[in-house]
């Protein structure tokens, strides 16, 4: 059989590929991110962009593998938000999406030796409720969610900020949907329990 790699430098995906048990290594990928995100294509078009070209970028360097690449996007009324990466930033998202309904797209890709693809994308809905500034505030400086879209943690704390989520598979709201990838993992000939 060969090789996995996760394309990612995200601890959260690699903290949840490791619950499939299958053998992985990891390599970060070479992607800008943000540039596709401007592109004005619609938000799923885009996270699947996105994990298509961290699976190529990595494929790239370990063309003997099969390999993993995965993104998500913020789809605020089709207005993508992307890593806050500052804590002003971070209250500012939270503040727009504080209130309202807004989709987390999460997509998947893993891409045989031989450049086949097999994708995966998951939408889950998310409802924040009303916060005052004083709790962003408290939020944003007890998790430091900085280098997650949308600025919130749902595997944290970051849970009691959501009056309702809507969606198949819980763990691609961390960032990979592990329901979709082991069937993908599956298909590829991988044994996943």
């Keep these: ?47 699947l962009r996105l994990a298509v070209a961290k699976a190529a970028s990595v494929a790239a360097k370990r063309s003997d593998a099969f390999v993993i690449g995965s993104d998500q996007v913020v789809d605020l009324d089709s207005e993508i938000l992307g890593k806050p990466g500052d804590e002003a930033r971070a209250r500012e998202q939270l503040a727009r999406l504080q209130g309202r309904t807004h989709r987390l797209v999460t997509a998947v890709a893993l891409r045989a030796p031989d450049g086949t693809l097999r994708t995966h994308v998951d939408v889950h809905r998310m409802t924040l409720r009303s916060l005052g500034a004083a709790e962003i505030e408290r939020y944003v400086a007890a998790e430091q969610p900085l280098d997650c879209c949308g600025a919130y943690k749902i595997e944290s704390l970051g849970i009691a900020l959501f009056e309702r989520i809507e969606g198949d598979d819980f763990t691609a709201i961390p960032g990979l949907p592990l329901i979709a990838l082991g069937r993908l993992l599956r298909e590829s000939g991988f044994e996943v329990p």
């Design 1 to 47: 059989m060969h090789d996995l790699v996760l394309g990612s430098t995200s601890p959260y995906r690699r903290e949840l590929l490791a619950r499939l048990r299958v053998p992985f290594d990891v390599l970060g990928p070479d992607v800008d991110e943000e540039a596709l995100q401007r592109s004005g294509a619609e938000p799923s078009s885009i996270a």
